[in-house]
């Protein structure tokens, strides 16, 4: 490579490399904005039980957990607005990577060390290592648990039928349900990134929705069926873990079913690429699938190939590969990604004599 190209792949770096450290800084915002708002909003909880009367013959306590409700959303957007950025700086820093490779300024090139697009990038990975993840998680999951803790207090007060020392009781028993779901998620979540899915799809959606069954449960049964407050309580765990189970059990299956009610009413398409067009004109859709629905970085620049049979599709760069292999019937393929236990099973469909790969 002469200097020029250097120098300009150097300038093709830096402006990479200074939008990684960007977005690094965005992500460090949101958390301490989502901190921020949460205990200035617990703050505003504390201040309504100063007021003597509130708008529309509401109690105090009423506008408390209202508040709440408002915390625990606004920490959950946070939370997936964090994870929208973190995806989007991890395609940053693996093709910045890239660039340090090609420049020498990795761990193997001449200077011996590794770069900071890769350090970023191991920081905000998803298979970052037990204490990492929960250093990064617990912020949000923190506040959330607080939020639903504060939302069932509150309501352990409003309903006036519960001693100080039941209120007590029942809070604790609460705080530590949270608090241990929520790591159990993060546990679990490692675990599955070291051997893969099993056969309960426990997504942080399916912890969250469990535990919001737990806190709200008990005030249903209570106001509706009348029942006391140790049944409603006792009844909306046990319904909280049935609801655990099935929903992990099943979630795989209601969101495929959601999804083919969608392609059904032509709201969404499924079309990947054609077999017959790879390579060829349609290797640049299958390389911004493997990007954008498997968060492969790699990608930019790949190689292509297909077997002399034409039932395997190689995809290749440096020591990175995936394949996409078709089944002798031509009815299923299944795509296999080199640092992925998991393998993914694809459709193909045939249409005007040309085998066509969807997700479903």
């Known amino acids: 490579m002469d200097d020029e190209n250097k120098k300009l792949l150097f300038e093709e770096y830096q402006l990479i490399r200074e939008t990684a450290i960007h977005f690094d800084k965005i992500l460090l915002d949101i958390r301490k904005g989502a901190v921020t708002i949460a205990f200035i909003i617990f703050g505003l909880v504390v201040e309504t039980f100063r007021v003597k009367s509130v708008l529309c013959g509401l109690k105090p306590i009423d506008l408390a957990i209202a508040f709440t409700l408002i915390e625990f959303l606004m920490v959950l957007i946070f939370f997936y607005l964090e994870r929208h950025y973190r995806i989007y700086l991890l395609k940053i820093t693996q093709l910045a990577a890239e660039y340090e490779d090609r420049l020498g300024l990795s761990k193997d090139g001449d200077m011996g060390m590794d770069g900071v697009s890769r350090c970023l990038n191991r920081v905000h990975d998803e298979k970052m290592d037990l204490w990492s993840r929960i250093a990064h998680f617990n912020i949000f999951t923190s506040l959330m648990a607080m939020g639903l803790l504060a939302f069932s207090i509150l309501w352990e007060f409003k309903i006036d039928v519960l001693s100080f020392e039941e209120i007590l009781f029942y809070s604790f028993i609460v705080f530590i349900i949270l608090f241990f779901g929520f790591v159990v998620y993060g546990l679990r979540n490692i675990k599955k990134q070291k ?114 049979d034409g039932k395997t599709i190689s995809i290749f760069k440096d020591r990175n590969s995936a394949e996409i292999m078709i089944d002798e019937n031509e009815e299923k393929a299944t795509l296999k990604i080199s640092d992925d236990v998991r393998t993914h099973d694809l459709t193909v469909k045939k249409k005007n004599g040309k085998l066509n790969i969807h997700n479903y």
């Open 195 to 308: 051997d893969g899915e099993d056969i309960l799809h426990d997504d942080f959606i399916v912890y969250l929705f469990s535990m919001v069954v737990f806190v709200i449960f008990p005030y249903i049964l209570f106001f509706l069926f009348s029942y006391d407050f140790a049944s409603s309580f006792s009844l909306a765990l046990l319904i909280s873990i049935i609801f655990f189970i099935f929903f992990g059990l099943s979630k795989k299956r209601i969101e495929e079913g959601i999804l083919k009610s969608l392609i059904i009413f032509h709201v969404v398409s499924t079309y990947l690429f054609s077999w017959d067009n790879i390579p060829g004109s349609d290797s640049e859709r299958l390389l911004r699938y493997l990007r954008d629905d498997h968060n492969i970085g790699w990608t930019e620049s790949a190689g292509i190939s297909k077997s002399d």
